[in-house]
C-alpha cells in the first residue's frame, strides 16, 4: 500500500513538471541581422502578478556591410552615346569606347562643360586613364571634347604667344565667322594684312579670345560690318587696321581695347557710327584715327582719354557733336586735332586739359568754346583757332602762354574775354593778328 501511494506521488510529480516547463519555455527567433527574443507569456491574461513585455531587439551585425556605388556619366555633346559606369569598390576604372561625331575628332574626356563645349585642349579639367575613383563620394558626369577641323580649311595659321594667329585666309566668302581656335588653341590674332585689298569680304564676326587685330588687317577692303563677341578680349587695334576701308559703316569698339594704333580708320567714308563700349580705359587717341571719316555725326571720348593725337578726328566734315565723358582726364588736344570740322560748332573743354595744342579747331566751324569752372588749361598754341568762326571766347585766368595766329580771322565781330588784369608775357605779341576787341578782368 504505501508503495503505491509512493508511485501515486510521483506520477503526479512528473506531469506538473512537465506544465511548467511548457510555460516557461524560452523561444528564440533569428534573422540574419538581428536576433529576437521573446519572454515568458503569462498563461493567465488577467493575472496581475505577470507584466507582458516587448521582443528586445539587439544591435545588427557589425560585420555585415552595406555597399555604397556612385554612377559616372558621360556627356557626348552630341557625339554617339556612351554608357555610364556604376563604381563600386573599385579603385581605378579602364576608359570606355570613345563617341564619334561625324566630321570632328574627339580629343578626350572634360570634367568642365565648359571647356569642352568651346573646344579647349587643356591640362586643366582632362580626365587620364585609368580613372582615380577611390575618393569619389558622389556621381560625376564627364563630357567630349571634340574638334572641328572642317572650319579650317581656308585659313593659314601661324603660332604665336597665347595662341594662333591667321596668317592668310584662302577663301571667298562674303561673310566669315573667324575660328576660335586651332589644334584646341585659341586664335588670337588677325594676322598683318590679312583682308588687305579684298573686295568679297563685306561682313565678319571675331571672337573673343582674339586679342589684336594687327597692322593693315581690313586696309582698302570691301568691309561693311564687324561684329565682336560679347566679352570680348581685344586689346589692340593696329596701324591701318581699317585704312581706307571705304564700305565700312559701324564699329563697336570694345571696352577691353587699351591701343589704336595710326591711321586706324583714316578715310572710312561710310563710318556713320564710332562707339567706345561704355568702361574702356583707353587713354591715348592715336594719330589720323579718324582723318576723313566723313559720315559720323557724333562722337563720345571716353573719359580715360588723356590725350587726343595729331589730326585725330580732322576732316571729319559731318561731325556735329563732341562730347567728353563725365569726370574726363583729358590733358592734351592735339595738333589739328578737330581741324577741317565744319559742322562743329560748341563744345565744352574739361577742366582737366592744359594744353590746346597749334592748329587744335584751325578751319572748324567752331562757333562758340566752352571752359569748364576752375579749367587748368594752361597753353593755346600756334593758330589754334585758326580762320575758325567763334564769336567770344571768355580765356582761362590759368592760361599764360598763347601762340601766335592763335584767333586769326574768326567772326568778324568777335570779342576776346580774360580773367587777367593785364595780358601776360607768354602771350604772343601776334596772338590776335586781326585785332579783335580784347577785354581784360577789369574792363568787364
Known sequence: MKRLILVICLITCLYACQEDNQNNETYIESNPNQTVISEPTATNPTDPTVIPTEPTVLPSDPTVVTEITHSIHFNSMGGSSVSSIVVGDEVMIEKPEDPTKEGFVFMGWYDDEFIASHQMITEVGAITWPFNVEFLTEDLTLYALFIDFRENDDWEFTEVDGGYALSEYLGNDEHIIVPKLYLGIPVVELGY??????????????????????????????????????????????????????????????????????????????????????????????????????????????????????????????????????????????????????????????????????????????????????????????????????????????????????????????????????????????FNPTNYVVRLKDDQ
Open 193 to 430: 594684312g590679312l583682308f588687305s585689298n579684298s573686295t568679297t569680304i563685306k561682313s565678319i564676326v571675331i571672337p573673343k579670345f582674339v586679342t589684336n587685330i594687327s597692322n593693315y588687317a581690313f586696309s582698302r577692303s570691301g568691309l561693311e560690318t564687324i561684329t565682336f563677341e560679347e566679352d570680348s578680349m581685344l586689346h589692340t587695334i593696329g596701324a591701318r587696321a581699317f585704312y581706307l576701308a571705304l564700305d565700312l559703316q559701324s564699329i563697336t569698339i570694345p571696352k577691353s581695347v587699351t591701343f589704336i594704333g595710326d591711321s586706324a580708320f583714316y578715310k572710312a567714308e561710310s563710318l556713320n557710327e564710332f562707339v567706345f563700349e561704355p568702361g574702356i580705359n583707353l587713354e591715348h587717341i592715336p594719330f589720323d584715327m579718324l582723318y576723313g571719316a566723313g559720315s559720323i555725326l557724333s562722337i563720345v571720348i571716353p573719359r580715360s582719354v588723356k590725350t587726343i593725337g595729331y589730326s585725330a578726328f580732322e576732316d571729319m566734315t559731318m561731325l556735329a557733336s563732341v562730347i567728353f565723358e563725365e569726370d574726363s582726364q583729358l590733358e592734351v588736344i592735339g595738333y589739328s586735332a578737330f581741324s577741317l570740322t565744319k559742322q562743329l560748332k560748341t563744345i565744352i573743354i574739361p577742366i582737366s586739359v592744359t594744353e590746346i595744342s597749334d592748329y587744335a579747331f584751325s578751319r572748324s566751324g567752331l562757333e562758340t568754346i566752352t571752359f569748364e569752372e576752375n579749367s587748368m588749361l594752361h597753353t593755346i598754341g600756334l593758330s589754334a583757332f585758326y580762320l575758325a568762326n567763334l564769336k567770344a571766347i571768355t580765356i582761362p585766368e590759368s592760361v599764360l602762354f598763347i601762340g601766335a595766329n592763335a584767333f586769326y580771322k574768326n567772326d568778324e565781330n568777335m570779342i576776346i574775354y580774360t580773367m587777367h588784369t593785364e595780358i601776360p608775357e607768354g602771350w604772343h605779341p601776334n
